[in-house]
């Protein structure tokens, strides 16, 4: 069992592919940050 908290941050200024979005959402380790998330925060 990992305790890393570690985490791969993935920004993109056009948003991401609903693929991506769907295989980042079932892991803990990677973050998807857009123009919204930047700034609206979240």
Do not use: W
Not at 5 to 29: H, I, N, V
């Amino acid at each position: 069992m990992s305790t890393s908290k570690e985490k791969l941050l993935l920004f993109a200024r056009s948003g991401f592919t609903s693929e991506l979005a769907r295989t980042a959402a079932g892991r803990s380790d990677v973050e998807l940050v857009d123009l919204g998330r930047m700034y609206s925060g979240s």
